[in-house]
Each structure stands twice: as structure tokens, then as C-alpha cells.
């Protein structure tokens, strides 16, 4: 009798799969919207979620031109082009540059990724004031 190559091991790997590949979109698009917040992007941070459109949303984020799109489309130069914008990014929202060269390492840019979406942005350091030297009361 014909059989069929699907199993029912085989079509639940499918569906794991699946499930698994949409997880990561989903934080992705997620921590790419809230990144957009922090920079001060609002009414486009739901770009994150529309593919294409997120990389142009990437770009604003670190504060690039458009035709910075063209230089992801070419091989090799896309890479150095990836760090220089996460490396932007990362300065946007008040990180180390370190956590943007850290997105192109597999697994790592995970925790790259929410570092930069998640945690809250660290308050600037102020030097505290001195006081201005008082004059002499009889001057």
C-alpha cells in the first residue's frame, strides 16, 4: 500500500518549527518597536513589525540616510554596514557600542538585542556644581 513520508514526528517538527521561527520574529519586531520608542521615533516604531520597512526604521533609528539600505543589499559591505548601524543604535539608546558589534554574534545578539530594547537607558552623569566664589561683603 502507498505511505505517505509524512509521520506524525515529522509534521510535529514542522509545527515546532514554525512556532520557533515566529518566536524570534516576534521578539525581534518587539525589540526593535520598543528600540524605536526610546530613540524618539513614535509614530514610526511600528515599522518593526512590517518586513523591509524595519530596516528603514533601523535607519532612523541610527540617525542614517536612506541610501545606507543600498550598502545591506551588497555581499561583504553588508556586514560592516550592519555594525555601523547597531553600533549607531546602541549609542541612541545610551549603551556601550559593544552591544551593537555583539548583534552579529549567533545566540549572543539575543541577549544583544534585549539588552538594547529592555533595559532602561542609564541617567547621563552630571559633575556636580561648584559653588561660585562669594564676594567680600564689603565690595
Known amino acids: 500500500m502507498y505511505q505517505s513520508g509524512y509521520t506524525d514526528g515529522g509534521m510535529a517538527f514542522g509545527a515546532f518549527l514554525w512556532l520557533f521561527v515566529a518566536a524570534f520574529y516576534l521578539f525581534f519586531a ?61 549609542k541612541a539608546v545610551d549603551k556601550s557600542p559593544v552591544w551593537g558589534v555583539l548583534t552579529l554574534v549567533p545566540f549572543i545578539n539575543l541577549v544583544a538585542v534585549g539588552v538594547l530594547a529592555f533595559s532602561p537607558a542609564p541617567t547621563r552623569f552630571t559633575p556636580p556644581r561648584t559653588p561660585s566664589p562669594r564676594q567680600p561683603v564689603g565690595a
Open 30 to 90: 518587539y525589540a526593535q518597536y520598543r528600540i524605536a520608542k526610546k530613540c524618539g521615533h513614535d509614530s514610526e516604531a511600528w515599522w518593526g513589525f512590517i518586513p523591509i520597512l524595519n530596516i528603514f526604521l533601523l535607519l532612523k533609528c541610527a540617525g542614517r540616510e536612506w541610501y545606507w539600505f543600498l550598502f545591506l543589499l551588497v555581499p561583504i559591505v553588508n556586514i560592516i554596514a550592519f555594525v555601523v548601524l547597531w553600533i549607531d543604535v546602541a
